[in-house]
């Protein structure tokens, strides 16, 4: 039998379901070369694919459906990549199943989908938690503590945008009403996370517009004002449609910080300017894999009880946010 010590020290076993994009292109290699987890197996509807794709862990086991991978009594811990209209059915089967869920964001269509999924796991004692990779990187944990030290001053707007140009996908998961896709879903979702992370709360009300061209069956173009009452605004855009870009300001009563970079940092170097009276300064940090700082605290929260950095109930704040952004909009949610 394994002392306790033993089991805090042994790496967390994982599971992920799918050979999605994210999945192979970053958060499975995070897993595997995290200090503290062990990359057990994937499953995929196409298991050959899978098979090349995951061929930087040659002992990953290879399952051809995802019910064998939630079932797999060595895994404790699941990554659910699956297109977002399935993260709900995935995550309460996965949390039933008796493992921990670690799910792509947006977690769920709907606030109502992330208040059942967020029973489950207190019903089952399992953790959960939105895969938000940008609020791990030592560059949004610095933006955060500038303004929590008054930095800035009182925040009163925000201005973030993020976007790609998708060009001729049309079997993008991003583009099909079925599979719940749009830009607020698929980019949006990040600015709205940031104001959230940056104000401590959700906003009181919100005005929008979307753009759904005449032969798309999802929107592409999204534009928002989040009033967080007390004259403190939240201006916000995502689109498929426009050149790669995002960026994000945030401005408070004494100065602003300019975060050229905010969402997806990645391996390189990045840098963010504080500007206050008289003074700028630049921040610069060093490349970091922002997946496996994820990774490596989630399977920290299992191991050693601690809790988790992203809250469920920021999670259904950003889902009810979106919701009340399309509904401002006009735009029919969930699609039917
Ligand atoms: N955090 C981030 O940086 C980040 C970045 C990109 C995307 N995401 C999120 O991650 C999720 C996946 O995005 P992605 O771009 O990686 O997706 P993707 O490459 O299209 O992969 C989705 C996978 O889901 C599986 N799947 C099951 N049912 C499907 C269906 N009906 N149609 C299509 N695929 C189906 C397929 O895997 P098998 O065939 O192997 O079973 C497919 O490869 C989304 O929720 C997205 O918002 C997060």
Same mark, same amino acid.
């Given at each position: 039998m394994?002392?306790?010590?033993?089991v805090?020290?042994? =790496?967390?076993?994982?599971?992920?379901?799918?050979?999605?994009?994210?999945?192979?292109k970053?958060?499975?290699?995070a897993i595997?070369?995290?200090?503290? #987890?062990?990359?057990?197996?994937?499953?995929?509807? %196409?298991?050959?694919?899978a098979r090349?794709?995951?061929?930087?862990?040659p002992d990953v086991?290879?399952?051809?459906d995802?019910?064998s @991978?939630?079932?797999d =009594?060595?895994?404790e811990?699941?990554y /659910?990549?699956l297109?977002n209209?399935?993260?709900?059915?995935?995550t +309460?089967?996965?949390?039933?199943?008796?493992?921990?869920?670690?799910?792509e964001?947006p977690?769920?269509v !709907?606030?109502?989908q992330?208040? /059942?999924?967020?029973?489950?796991?207190?019903d089952? #004692?399992?953790?959960?938690?939105?895969?938000f990779?940008?609020r791990?990187? =030592?560059?949004?944990?610095? @933006?955060?503590?500038q303004?929590?030290?008054?930095?800035?001053?009182?925040?009163?707007?925000?201005r973030?945008s993020?976007?790609? %140009?998708?060009?001729?996908? =049309?079997?993008? +998961?991003?583009l099909?009403?079925?599979?719940?896709?749009?830009?607020l879903m698929?980019?949006?979702?990040?600015?709205?996370?940031?104001?959230?992370? *940056?104000?401590?709360?959700?906003?009181?009300?919100?005005?929008?517009r979307? &753009?759904?061209?005449?032969?798309?069956? *999802?929107e592409?173009?999204?534009?928002t @004002?989040?009033?967080?009452?007390?004259?403190?605004?939240?201006?916000?855009?995502?689109?498929?449609?426009?050149?790669?870009?995002? *960026?994000?300001?945030i401005? #408070?009563?004494n100065?602003?910080i300019?975060i050229?970079?905010?969402?997806?940092?990645g391996? +390189?170097? !990045?840098?963010v300017?504080?500007?206050?009276?008289?003074?700028?300064?630049?921040?610069?940090?060093a490349?970091?894999?922002?997946?496996?700082?994820?990774?490596e605290?989630?399977?920290?929260?299992?191991?050693?009880?601690?809790q988790?950095?992203?809250?469920?109930?920021?999670?259904?704040? %950003?889902?009810? !946010?979106?919701?009340?952004i &399309?509904?401002?909009?006009?735009?029919?949610?969930?699609?039917?």
């Amino acid at each position: 039998m394994q002392s306790n010590e033993t089991v805090l020290h042994a =790496p967390v076993r994982w599971g992920v379901l799918s050979a999605a994009n994210i999945g192979v292109k970053r958060v499975a290699p995070a897993i595997h070369s995290s200090s503290n #987890g062990r990359l057990v197996a994937v499953g995929s509807r %196409n298991p050959i694919r899978a098979r090349e794709l995951f061929a930087f862990a040659p002992d990953v086991h290879i399952y051809e459906d995802y019910d064998s @991978v939630i079932n797999d =009594p060595e895994i404790e811990a699941i990554y /659910i990549p699956l297109p977002n209209s399935l993260h709900a059915e995935w995550t +309460i089967k996965t949390l039933k199943a008796g493992k921990h869920v670690l799910c792509e964001k947006p977690l769920a269509v !709907t606030a109502e989908q992330g208040l /059942i999924m967020a029973q489950a796991a207190r019903d089952t #004692g399992m953790l959960l938690m939105e895969a938000f990779m940008y609020r791990f990187h =030592p560059q949004t944990v610095w @933006v955060l503590e500038q303004v929590a030290a008054g930095r800035i001053g009182e925040v009163k707007l925000i201005r973030a945008s993020f976007s790609f %140009n998708i060009g001729s996908r =049309p079997h993008d +998961i991003r583009l099909q009403a079925a599979l719940a896709g749009g830009s607020l879903m698929d980019v949006g979702c990040y600015p709205i996370n940031l104001c959230r992370a *940056v104000y401590g709360y959700a906003p009181v009300a919100v005005g929008a517009r979307v &753009y759904t061209p005449a032969e798309g069956e *999802v929107e592409r173009y999204a534009s928002t @004002v989040l009033d967080f009452d007390e004259g403190c605004f939240g201006l916000i855009d995502s689109s498929f449609e426009l050149p790669t870009r995002q *960026v994000a300001e945030i401005i #408070g009563e004494n100065g602003m910080i300019t975060i050229p970079l905010p969402f997806t940092p990645g391996h +390189i170097e !990045t840098m963010v300017i504080l500007a206050l009276e008289g003074q700028t300064i630049q921040q610069r940090f060093a490349p970091v894999d922002q997946y496996r700082l994820e990774v490596e605290h989630f399977a920290n929260c299992i191991r050693f009880g601690h809790q988790l950095y992203l809250s469920l109930e920021e999670t259904i704040e %950003n889902l009810v !946010t979106i919701e009340a952004i &399309y509904q401002s909009a006009s735009y029919p949610w969930p699609i039917k």
